[in-house]
């Protein structure tokens, strides 16, 4: 077996046992409640793939597989990035403008949306890259500390002047139905959201496994002097890296916004916490895209289910973010099960 299938194959492993081990730490949280373990968790299961949840579960996960996506890549180069709250706020702020006001069909207003939410979360991801290369501020500060301004930036203009007098909400207009994205094709329950996140996962994997800057990206993971001394650009490609990043919350930010949300609320992209969660999903899968898209749909699910069960049973979602932190400190033991031979 190549190194690559045993460093695969560890990983899986890892994060496995850490599941395991956090369910069952998880069910003596639900015991010390009163609660009966196996119901909870039958009650999360079944309300996370069984009829109008496994929708749901879809849904959600298109918005957390984007985010863990985001990580990733900037981990894979050796970058943190924090800021995917600012990124997919000003994605998504981009896209809802360009839907409302550009003056193009429906379908072409869409399009150039999409595309202006990329740009504009990749432009702001790069300027902390920029930040980061000629003033030496950590990524991981800069990141931060951006998504402060875009929050305050965004919230300052839907509530004075993009809001829509007519609502009582701080929010846009509505995007016109022509400028949406189809929530169903051929009455499946499959979005254009769906497609579009299943081909960017499809592209960000296979540049991993099989591309050159996927190639350099693990070295200057790994060891970004080694990566530097072999003939990588490091500069350019912390920029490149930070733009790929942030496009992809940009681009999350439109497709809540044209395929979900319909309009630009103050507060409405950022109350599921879906980079915070994005997030973890990466650090579960040790930034490993095809890891990343399993754990993303799997805290989907986990979550979809703790809505469920707290309508069922009476019990707080939040146990289900309970339920992810203890996988996240289990996977963070890995070393006291999974010795470096």
């Excluded at 998504?147 to 009582?168: E, F, H, K, N, Q």
Aim: net charge positive; glycine share 12%; proline share 4%.
């Amino acid at each position: 077996m190549t190194g690559v299938g045993l460093e695969t194959r560890s990983r899986f492993a890892a994060i496995l046992l850490s599941i395991v081990v956090a369910v069952v730490l998880g069910g003596l949280v639900v015991l010390s409640t009163g609660a009966n373990p196996i119901s909870v968790y039958q009650e999360i299961v079944r309300g996370a793939l069984l009829g109008r949840g496994l929708d749901e579960t879809l849904s959600r996960s298109v918005p957390l597989i984007g985010m863990g996506l985001a990580a990733a890549i900037a981990f894979r180069a050796g970058l943190i990035n924090l800021g995917g709250d600012g990124q997919m706020l000003v994605g998504g702020l981009a896209a809802a403008l360009v839907a409302l006001y550009v003056p193009a069909p429906g379908a072409v207003r869409a399009v150039l949306a999409l595309m202006a939410a990329i740009c504009a979360g990749g432009l702001y991801a790069w300027i902390a890259a920029v930040l980061q290369l000629g003033l030496a501020i950590p990524f991981l500060i800069t990141s931060l500390l951006l998504s402060y301004i875009a929050r305050g930036v965004t919230s300052y203009l839907v509530r004075y002047p993009l809001r829509d007098p007519s609502t009582g909400m701080p929010e846009t207009y509505r995007v016109a139905s022509a400028a949406r994205l189809p929530n169903s094709i051929f009455d499946l329950p499959i979005s254009v959201g769906m497609l579009i996140m299943a081909a960017v996962a499809v592209a960000v994997i296979v540049n991993d496994k099989h591309g050159v800057n996927g190639f350099e990206w693990r070295m200057t993971g790994l060891n970004p002097r080694f990566a530097g001394y072999s003939g990588t650009n490091l500069q350019r490609q912390t920029q490149r890296v930070a733009f790929l990043s942030g496009a992809l919350a940009g681009l999350v930010g439109a497709l809540l916004i044209l395929g979900q949300q319909y309009r630009f609320t103050d507060g409405a992209l950022l109350a599921p916490g879906y980079t915070w969660s994005g997030l973890m999903a990466a650090v579960l899968a040790m930034a490993s895209p095809i890891a990343t898209v399993v754990t993303a749909a799997f805290f989907a699910a986990l979550q979809v289910g703790g809505f469920s069960m707290e309508r069922a049973l009476g019990l707080p979602a939040v146990l289900t973010w309970v339920l992810q932190a203890l996988i996240i400190l289990c996977l963070a033991a890995r070393p006291v099960f999974f010795k470096r031979r």
